[in-house]
């Protein structure tokens, strides 16, 4: 199993260009997430997702655009990028909470993407 | 709502035991999580908490007292690569996954 796998692991955009940052995972999950990291803020969640066509908003959904057609990809999409999206964004995947038993949430590599 | 709050940074020494706490409200409880993270990598699954005590794994052990909306990473012999950031997190009702901002541990020789 390859996991979560994120694309492309560095990128710099002008303010205004808009792009695609892609997630997928081959463990069969129902959930899954992204998330950016800001030096001082942890993990804030974007964009979620409990399955193929459903999506919801997390923490701070704004600018930012998802959709899941299958199980297992759920890529982000930065509609018209600006300086403040400047940041390291994180897929997870986990399946359902049950219970007592522990989902752990898998994270991919991240994509480091700087706004100039 | 949801609030997670942790230590912004702790500093231990080499050998030693630290304990990292974490309290949290959250809507509708669900069980919490400890992650680890070292600098510049994505963050690794430690331990999950549903039930109040405490879980040992190894030289990690976390506790949850959900009477009292807090838990602890404890974390003995401690050993230069355990240099990270650790991350408490909590699933809300809509059972989404919410962060506090990390600890972030040095660990001097």
């Known amino acids: 199993n390859a996991g979560v796998t994120q694309t492309p692991k560095f990128q710099v955009l002008k303010t205004g260009q808009s792009m695609t940052l892609q997630c997928a995972q081959d463990m069969n999950h129902e959930y899954m997430s992204w998330y950016r990291q800001d030096p001082g803020m942890g993990l804030r969640l974007i964009h979620y997702?409990?399955?193929?066509?459903?999506?919801d908003q997390g923490e701070v959904p704004n600018g930012y655009n998802v959709s899941r057609s299958t199980t297992e990809d759920f890529p982000l999409r930065l509609l018209s990028a600006a300086p403040s999206q400047t940041s390291v964004y994180f897929c997870?995947?986990?399946?359902?909470?049950?219970?007592?038993?522990?989902?752990?949430?898998?994270f991919g590599p991240g994509t480091r993407l700087t706004v100039l | 709502g949801q609030n997670i709050d942790q230590p912004t940074e702790m500093t231990a020494t080499e050998g030693a035991i630290v304990q990292i706490n974490c309290t949290y409200q959250?809507?509708?409880?669900?069980?919490l999580f400890w992650y680890q993270q070292h600098a510049g990598e994505a963050p690794t699954f430690l331990s999950y908490?549903?039930?109040?005590g405490l879980e040992e794994k190894g030289r990690f052990s976390s506790f949850l007292s959900r009477s009292k909306g807090y838990s602890y990473l404890l974390l003995k012999e401690l050993q230069m690569k355990d240099s990270a950031s650790y991350l408490c997190a909590a699933p809300n009702r809509d059972d989404k996954i919410i962060f506090g901002k990390g600890t972030r541990l040095h660990i001097l020789p």
């Open positions: 997870a995947s986990r399946r359902r909470l049950a219970g007592v038993s522990y989902n752990e949430q898998f």
């Open positions: 908490n549903v039930l109040d």
């Open positions: 959250t809507s509708g409880f669900n069980g």
């Open positions: 997702s409990v399955g193929a066509g459903i999506t």
